[in-house]
């Protein structure tokens, strides 16, 4: 605590000004000294200045219980000056305002630095024990109390070595068998390849021939037709005119044989290719069937070869961690029973540093939370009332006069 020698009221150790009436409390001398005494003393003088422009009190003025010092400090209390004018009275609880808003950054300030010190100091100390436990299982310091953990931390090395061990051998097997299955997979897509290729060639062929039976058909058709009207032009005709539709009717009858034994042939042929066709389209499907079945099998075996690779991998992290965590038990119980051994000194020292200061950021924190509730609130809402009304009477006057 550090008292103002204006109004004697005991402020924090933090603070560059007093938070009762806002004079400058001089330079911090405290290990504890305020986030903004870094920046200067002549900054430090110059918003002193500003604040007794501001908020001037009488000298020894005292504003009430929660100003007085704290129990077991020796102060010597100034001699009351004249009392406060009303004027005077205001601009000091509106003052009081900046007074309140400049303590609290400065203390929020002071307290993120401090939690991140002691942040950084709390990492620094799970260092040092680690590098303690390390140098313990290094140089091979025996005591009764590290036998099991030391059994302990053995037992999950060799969990971890046997399970990084079978990872290995795992992803060996997984890299054989994903060319085993990529050859399968490659040979049945290009049996079906194949397959549907012969299949759609045959179906080319089929329609091919059956577009030749359908013109043969028609073909013969008409001459068939044309035949049976010769025929009964003969029957009407006579003479030379009747000899030529005979000899008409000859041709015609030769190419009506030609064109039946010709479809004959190509009936024979449709369904030759048809039989074919079948066969080929049934091997097409049983090749695709073989293909989609080794892509499933090599899916499969790719989802249970994953599934064992993460198994071992989580057997290794579990082993990891364990061992982990069994070292740093090691290395508080070191630190707790500290064994006299010449190489564990150094860590000893820098355990009990990194403590110290672990204890000393959160002491200081402590003291800032405590600082928070030492305020005079009455008076900061007097001065928020104050200067409402001062901006609300502002505002009519301006509306008024520009209306």
């Given amino acids: ?17 007093c938070s ?7 330079a911090p001398t405290s290990g504890m000294m305020a986030f903004g005494a870094v920046i200067g003393v002549d900054r430090m003088r110059g918003t002193a200045a500003f604040s007794r422009t501001l908020v001037a009190t009488s000298r020894g003025a005292i504003t009430g219980a929660s100003t007085m010092p704290p129990r077991g400090t020796t102060t010597e209390r100034p001699v009351a000056g004249p009392p406060k004018t009303g004027l005077r009275w205001a601009g000091d609880a509106i003052a009081y305002i900046y007074v309140y808003l400049r303590d609290k950054l400065d203390a929020g300030a002071r307290r993120r630095r401090l939690t991140e010190e002691r942040a950084g100091a709390e990492a620094l100390l ?14 091979g310091v025996q005591h009764p109390d590290f036998t099991g953990l030391l059994e302990a931390i053995g037992r999950s090395h060799a969990r971890r070595e046997a399970a990084a061990a079978d990872l290995d051998a795992a992803d060996m097997l997984q890299q054989n068998e994903v060319i085993r299955l990529a050859a399968q997979v490659e040979a049945a897509e290009a049996e ?9 060639e045959a179906d080319e062929i089929l329609r091919g021939a059956a577009t030749d039976r359908e013109s043969a058909g028609n073909r013969l058709g008409r001459v068939k037709d044309e035949r049976l009207r010769l025929t009964r032009e003969m029957e009407n005709e006579a003479g030379p005119r009747a000899a030529q539709l005979a000899h008409d009717a000859v041709g015609l009858a030769d190419e009506q044989r030609a ?18 066709s079948a066969a080929l389209r049934g091997a097409a499907a049983a090749a695709k069937a073989k293909l989609e079945q ?8 790719a989802s249970a070869m994953a599934a064992s690779i993460a198994g071992r991998q989580r057997d290794r992290v579990t082993a990891e961690k ?10 508080h119980t070191a630190a707790e029973i500290r064994p006299p051994h010449s190489s564990l000194l150094s860590a000893y020292q820098n355990i009990d540093r990194l403590t110290d200061t672990i204890a000393d950021r959160g002491a200081q924190i402590t003291a800032l939370e405590q600082m928070q509730a030492r305020y005079d609130h009455r008076k900061l809402l007097t001065g928020v009332g104050l200067l409402t009304s001062m901006l609300i009477a502002t505002a009519a006057a301006l509306w008024a006069v520009l209306r």
Avoid: F, I, P
Wanted: charged share 30%; aromatic share 4%; glycine share 4%.
């Fill in 20 to 26: 009762a009436c806002g004079h400058w409390l001089g």
């Fill in 259 to 276: 064109l039946e034994e010709l479809t004959e042939k190509l009936d024979r042929q449709l369904v030759d290719l048809r039989d074919s």
């Fill in 1 to 17: 605590m550090r008292t103002c020698k204006h109004c004697a009221h005991g402020s924090a150790d933090h603070l560059s000004y």
């Fill in 192 to 200: 079906w390849t194949a397959s549907d290729r012969t299949s759609r």
């Fill in 126 to 139: 799970s260092s040092a024990v680690n590098d303690l436990a390390a140098t313990v299982l290094r140089e």
């Fill in 294 to 301: 080794a892509t499933a099998a090599r899916r499969d075996a």
């Fill in 322 to 331: 364990e061992a982990a965590d069994l070292t740093e038990q090691l290395g």
